[in-house]
């Protein structure tokens, strides 16, 4: 079968050849196409169609790999350009931050020029059905901090206490945690001038509804709903004047005896703060 293909190839190369021979002798000898000429033309015409289209089949495959080799170098030049926007958005974000945490500490300054103070960074959120805790990026070998001392945001809102300190970090209980206690005025401003105060806490049943407990309140203390609850500075632990948070129902024990309410803090959705202010020192009003 080979052989045979192979034969009929060679007699039509050789048919082909001879009549593109007779096809050049016969438009010498008479100057223009002759019948053998034409015979030829016909033939060949489906090959130089076919030609034809192979030719511009390869003029659009070389067109488009020119153009995509055009879109190639646009690509790489557009991912230079992606890859360099990203790191000005980054420093831009580094920028923020940084001018974002001197706005506060100027407003903590202007706010509270009493206080010797330290900024930090929350690192990470632990909260459970036993403990309401972050950790922050200050410790012993990077900070003056101790255990015991409050932590406030930026606008005196009272959000904790450093519970533990380690040596780059510390940890920080919430005014959620059932660990937490503080003695407070009781009112709107000018409570701090009222003689009677009260305890607010963590308790385990309030935290897991975001609340405290205000308990042990004086018997001439006006508690209603909406009251402010600010720390008093008694005892030493807290500086006077920071906000705790809003009173939002007020109950009469089972025994009947004392009055106890619930208290939402002034920030409750405390994980989404990110810089705090450690109050370092304060004045002891007693």
Known sequence: MKALITRRS??????????????IISINIFSSAGPVTGV???????????????????GNIFAAMYR???LEEENERLLRLIAQLQADTRDAV?????????????????????YDHEMATLVSWNSDNWSHTFIINRGYMNSD???????????????????????TTSTVITVLDTTFSAAIFIGGEGAE???GTATARGDFTQMRNGLLTLDHIDDDIVVNPGSSVITSGFGGVFPPGL?????????????????????RPMRDNMETIQRVFVIMNFENPE
């Open 10 to 23: 060679i007699i039509i190369a050789s048919v082909a050849l001879i009549i593109a021979i007779i096809s």
């Open 40 to 58: 030829a033309n016909t033939i060949t015409r489906p090959v130089r169609a076919l030609a034809s289209e192979v030719a511009r089949t390869f």
């Open 68 to 70: 995509y080799e055009v």
């Open 94 to 114: 580094a920028l923020a931050e940084e001018n974002a945490e001197l706005r506060d500490l100027l407003e903590f300054r202007d706010r509270h020029g009493g």
């Open 145 to 167: 901090i101790t255990r015991g001392l409050p932590v406030a945001t930026e606008s005196g809102v009272l959000i904790g206490q450093v519970s533990s300190v380690g040596a």
């Open 193 to 195: 001038d009222s003689d």
């Open 243 to 263: 906000t705790v948070g809003e009173v939002v129902a007020v109950y009469t024990h089972s025994s009947g005896i004392g009055r106890f309410a619930t208290v």
